[in-house]
């Protein structure tokens, strides 16, 4: 059984720091882009961060400067850093990965359970 835990969340005030982390555990053959999305109330979900098996990465223009991803593929963890936070940034964040379970080798997208990030005024 495959998993992505998430943890880092919690309440900040507008210029603080936070740094989430994600990590993927069970029987996982191979892990391929990692990603952190997020969803504000009322909005659609959308891409914060991602960053492949090798290192590149990709940000949504809105965090682009304020936001670093990185990932530790010894661990199959993900991390983004969030700086200079802003109330908008307010949001459940989601951890991705595509990836591939031994029992079946087979890529497909797995989720996290959401961390909660809000940010005061």
């Known amino acids: 059984q495959v998993q992505l835990v998430e943890s880092g969340g919690g309440l900040v005030q507008a210029g603080g720091s936070l740094r989430l982390s994600c990590a993927a555990s069970?029987?996982?053959?191979?892990?391929?882009?990692m990603g952190w999305y997020r969803q504000a109330p009322g909005k659609q979900r959308e891409l914060v961060a991602a960053i492949t098996s090798g290192g590149s990465t990709n940000y949504a223009d809105s965090v682009k400067g304020r936001f670093t991803i990185s990932r530790d593929n010894a661990k199959n963890t993900v991390y983004l850093q969030m700086n200079s936070l802003k109330p908008e940034d307010t949001a459940v964040y989601y951890c991705n990965a595509d990836l591939a379970p031994v029992d079946s080798y087979y890529f497909s997208d797995y989720w996290g359970q959401g961390t909660q990030v809000t940010v005061s005024s």
């Open positions: 069970g029987s996982i053959f191979s892990i391929n882009a």
